[in-house]
Structure formats: structure tokens, C-alpha cells
């Protein structure tokens, strides 16, 4: 039986990879579930043999309306949630793919002035922010706000000004066609557009080993700046031994925390200043040529890191948190092809956020040289957006501000 709290019961087990895709699904749109392994339940086999009428096919997702679904696909499963995945139109004079805090402040901006507008994002609204803990560096929010609240309320901004929205919805390829770019999505239907911006932020390198998923907005985090102020006065880990795990060890010194740095080489790869500054701290214990194996916790929150040395003996160094930095990856795939990037891959972009292809425009974690934090996505985003409005100035599509702002 489900409950309010947890509306969807999912029967499968640990070796499932459709149990693995519609559980990162369900997480990846913040739709909270209770899973039940059926290989140790006895009770949960009874259920899914009941629902398949004797046979063992999983996975069953059992609805708090008592209807079930049966080995899912993400398009069925986001038609039971109510997902919208495809659009009213197949044109808009702007579309933005990604829904993170530049893509959706670039659409409340464009919006706001009357451009047509559709976001197409492959996961859920509000990007890599809604699933964060706890907002606290954003200017507005004094007491702070919750990742999911946040990105809430981005999309209910943006679609007050009637931002068209897709979520569950991946972007496969964009094209070129004359002035007009053609964005394809994994259902086989093509948008077409005179501006184009691609918001569609990093990821995260993570280490894949056992716990991480689990801990990740609950002790795992990947950024200091953003979370570090939850764990004041505590000791906790950093994990890297580039600039950014120096540097980010050095600013959690700051919140009277000691930092236990480990890293796999066998000496810091971070500049010489900042190795110097690590070495000079009394706060952080550098432990070199150690590897995290498996994060552990309890009660859903994170407890330890278990490393392994050199010689292959393996301990638990105690933490409520540990800090993962061991790069980025920008997700700029899509447009490779179309536009310059820099060595990492980063879309390379001048003062407007164009991008080298006429059209495209950048905003974000994916822009080469932007700072990861979301205040300064916010001002990209605005800053696109405000370029976009000049680019498609020419094609005579037709803009009237939907509010008028009797500030400016």
C-alpha cells in the first residue's frame, strides 16, 4: 500500500536496468517513490506475480490511485505524471534547451517581451539546482530556500508569461537549416527556431562506487561554496587534488571545519600556490594516494567514507559530508559540431553569449569561462536573453511586452 508521502511503490530489484532507468526517471523529475526488492521480499514477489497474473516482470509501479504500470518506458511513465513532452507549435522565434536557472531566466526575460518561447529539458525543470539541499547564496531568499522550492518557482515565473515548457523531453540533434535551427527530440519530433540558446549546464564528474547516488544532496555534494555552511564546526572530506579541491578545502577551513583531502595521485596537481596554502593550513589532513571505495551512512544521511591506501587496507573516515571534485563535464554535445568550444569543451561565447554559429547563443555552466554558481547563471541568462531580443529584431517577429514595468 502506498501512502502521501510515497504515492508510487516500485517492485523490482538491485540487477533490474529498467528498474535502474525508471528509478533515476522518477528522481530525476523529484517524484518521490518507496522501492521494494523483490529478490528479499516475499511479499513484494506476491505482488508482482499478482499484477502480472503469475508472472515475474519488473518493474511494477504500483500508483496511489491503485492503477499499475509494467515495465514502464520514460515516455509512459511521464504520461501518467503528466508530463507535458511535446509542444503546441512546431516554431517559436526562441527555443532554449535546458530548464536550469539560466535557460529559465532567459525565458522569463525573452517572455516578458513578447518572444514566443520553448524549453525543452531532458530531466526535470529547474536543472542541477532542484536538487540541491538548501539555497543559501542567492540574493533574495535570507533565510534561504530549498533546491526544489527554487526551481519551482523559476517555472511557475516562467510560465506566468507563458514559457512553453517540455520536461522528460530529450534534445538528440540541432541543426542548421538557412537562418532557422532545427532541434530534434528522442521522439522523432523536430521544433524549428530563428535564436537558438543552449543552457544545458555540466555534470559533475562522480566517482560511480557504491553510496554515491544514494548521499548525493544528503553529505555528497559537489560544491563547498553552495553547501559547506550546513556542515560548520564539523570534519568532513574533500575529494580531488585539483585547484578546485584545494581551493574548496581552503574556504571550508573557514566555517570552523577540518578537512581530511584525499586524493588518488601521489601529490596535489593543483597550482603552487594553492598546494602551499593547503600545506600551511593546520585545518586540512592531505592524505595522498588513497582511494574512496564506498560512501556509508544511516537514516538516509551520509556517515563515512570508506578509502582504500596503497597497500590495499581499507578504513572508514567518519564525515556527515563529503565534498566530490574531480572536474566537470559540459554538456555541449549537441552543438560541437556547430560551434567553437575551448580545450575542455566549454562553448566558447563573446560579451552577448553568441556563440561563433550566428544564432546560437550560450548561457551558463556549458559557457566557457562562467563561474558555476547560479546568481551569476541568472545574469547570463538575462543576458542572452536581452541579445536574443536584438538578433531577432530583423525577422519581424512580432514582440509586446507581457507586463509592463513601471520601474523602468
Not at 562553448?347 to 556563440?355: K, P, R
Request: net charge negative; proline share 4%; charged share 20%.
Amino acid at each position: 500500500m502506498t501512502s502521501a508521502a510515497q504515492p508510487i511503490q516500485m517492485y523490482g530489484t538491485a540487477w533490474c536496468p529498467d528498474c535502474h532507468r525508471a528509478k533515476q526517471f522518477l528522481s530525476e523529475q523529484r517524484v518521490p517513490y518507496a522501492f521494494t526488492d523483490v529478490d528479499d521480499d516475499q511479499a513484494g514477489r506476491a505482488e508482482v506475480e499478482r499484477v502480472n497474473d503469475g508472472k515475474l516482470i519488473i518493474p511494477v509501479l504500483v500508483f496511489e490511485d491503485g492503477s499499475t504500470l509494467v515495465e514502464p518506458s520514460n515516455a509512459d511513465l511521464a504520461a501518467k505524471l503528466g508530463l507535458s513532452t511535446e509542444a503546441r507549435h512546431r516554431f517559436y522565434p526562441l527555443i532554449i534547451v535546458g530548464s536550469g536557472v539560466a535557460g529559465l531566466t532567459a525565458a522569463i526575460y525573452a517572455a516578458r517581451e513578447g518572444i514566443p518561447t520553448l524549453v525543452i529539458e531532458s530531466g526535470a525543470v529547474g536543472g542541477a539546482i532542484g536538487i540541491t539541499d538548501q539555497v543559501d547564496n542567492f540574493p533574495g531568499f535570507p533565510d534561504g530556500v530549498s533546491g526544489s522550492d527554487f526551481a519551482d518557482r523559476l517555472r511557475r515565473q516562467a510560465e506566468r508569461f507563458g514559457v512553453e515548457i517540455l520536461s522528460a523531453t530529450e534534445a538528440v540533434s540541432i541543426a542548421v537549416d538557412g537562418d532557422q535551427k532545427v532541434v530534434t527530440t528522442g521522439s522523432g519530433d523536430a521544433y524549428r527556431s530563428h535564436a537558438l540558446l543552449v543552457a544545458t549546464g555540466s555534470t559533475y564528474r562522480r566517482l560511480g562506487i557504491p553510496g554515491e547516488e544514494d548521499f548525493i544532496g544528503s553529505g555528497v555534494h559537489f560544491c563547498a561554496t553552495c553547501d559547506g555552511a550546513f556542515y560548520r564546526g564539523d570534519s568532513v572530506v574533500v575529494i580531488g587534488g585539483g585547484n578546485s579541491a584545494t581551493e574548496e578545502s581552503l574556504f571550508l577551513t573557514t566555517l570552523d571545519e577540518t578537512v581530511t583531502l584525499i586524493t588518488t595521485s601521489d601529490r596535489l596537481t593543483a597550482s603552487a600556490a594553492a598546494v602551499e596554502k593547503v600545506e600551511r593550513s593546520t585545518d586540512i589532513d592531505v592524505r595522498t594516494r588513497t582511494t574512496p571505495v564506498e560512501f556509508v551512512g544511516q537514516g538516509g544521511k551520509l556517515t563515512g567514507v570508506v578509502v582504500e591506501a596503497a597497500d590495499g587496507t581499507r578504513t572508514t573516515i567518519d564525515a556527515p559530508a563529503a565534498f566530490v571534485f574531480i572536474g566537470l563535464t559540459p554538456n555541449s554535445t549537441l552543438v560541437s559540431d556547430l560551434v567553437d568550444t575551448d580545450d575542455q569543451q566549454f562553448v566558447t561565447a563573446d560579451a552577448g553569449m553568441q556563440t561563433t554559429a550566428v544564432g546560437i547563443f550560450v548561457a551558463g555552466d556549458v559557457r566557457s569561462g562562467s563561474t558555476k554558481q547560479a546568481a551569476a547563471a541568472a545574469g547570463e541568462g538575462a543576458a542572452a536573453a536581452i541579445a536574443i531580443r536584438r538578433y531577432l529584431e530583423p525577422f519581424g517577429t512580432a514582440m509586446r511586452p507581457n507586463v509592463v514595468d513601471t520601474a523602468s
